[in-house]
């Protein structure tokens, strides 16, 4: 079946002849990038809470585990963890699980279900100070922490109690093979120096995987460049993960350019109406989470592209999380027009120019994303039949 076009056939054309010598130009210098490899006992207990809490996004990828494993548990364990979920949705504190991740992810607290519980126990001084100094910080979400932090106490001593680390051994198979596998699929791919043209900003070389067998359909960003994915996804998505992930936040959101962007979008009824009436289980409830994710979304898409891993655009955006993902649609359609994976500079100071040249406002930037998507530019949002992404 043949691809979708993207923009315009001489855009593609241009794009096509452009990429061989960006990515020959770009072999000839040092590999600034690092792969590092590793697994998680302790993240994956935590990601398995979400097949465990019957929740039907994980329930789709993670049924048969939630059913062999579940009966194990005290009954009063079972019935918390998916109430706990549900409040943690409710409360503002998000996805229980990947939040959680974030929480535990700095000094080794997440080895095994032994150290998130020793961490969980002392978490004044092993968890609030990392959080505390990292772009995550939260006062509601440390607050809402420190109230659940007894009951999560009980449903990881029973996660440990019931044989958790067994069972997760019988899963995953032999993950040592996988992680060499990986390092050397890995190797040759330079998304830091990517990263760095592309934003204007430096990053650490050294990216940081961490393989879990519970963790679909998510690959999270944590503290630190390190992140979280399945086991089995294949090298073009382990890529695509470390793309994006690590560019989060990719303005300060507290800075003058996203405060401007954030104001522009306001003005926009069409995003106001996605930020309000999506299916809130994709996340990004708030303006600013939406702009932040699709901004990144954005920059990795180009990144793929330059790497030779990309999805097409207009099929990505169409289908991931009901189709939701139109400012990112947008953002890359004017990064396109300027060129971006040629110039590349501060990507903050780009996104202040276009809120200053009037970019954002709807009449120019929604047939931008309607060009992006192949979609009348008065039907972006919603998407008639969507699937979500992996």
Known sequence: MKRRTLLSAPAIVGLASLLPALRAQAQAKPNRTRWRVRTSEGADAIAFLGPLSGTQLYLDFYAADAAAFSPRLPAAVREDVARLWNEATKDGFGLLGPNLQVLFSADGNDATLDTLLTALRSRRTAILPSYRASSYWSDADWAWFERAAPRLETILVGLRDAGFAAFRKERIGDLDRRIAEVGRALAGFDVISWQEKLTGRRFDPEIQIVLLQFAKPHGIKVQGQTFLQSADYDTATTVRIAAHEMLHPPVPMDGPA?????????????????????????????????????????????????????????????????????????????????????????????????????????????????????????????????????
């Open 258 to 390: 996203a405060t401007a962007a954030l104001a522009a979008f306001e003005r926009d009824p069409l995003v106001m109406r996605i930020v309000r009436d999506h299916d809130p289980r994709w996340g990004y409830t708030t303006l600013e989470g939406l702009v932040n994710e699709d901004l990144v979304q954005a920059l990795d898409q180009l990144i793929s592209e330059a790497l030779g891993v990309a999805r097409n655009p207009a099929d990505r955006w169409r289908k991931a999380d009901d189709g939701m993902h139109v400012i990112a649609a947008g953002l890359y359609g004017l990064l396109r027009q300027d060129r971006w994976v040629e110039q590349g500079g501060s990507i903050e100071r780009w996104l202040a120019e276009a809120v200053r040249d009037g970019r954002l406002a709807p009449a120019v930037f929604h047939p931008v994303a309607a060009r992006v998507l192949e979609r009348p530019v008065d039907a972006l949002w919603p998407v008639a039949v969507a699937k979500p992404s992996s």
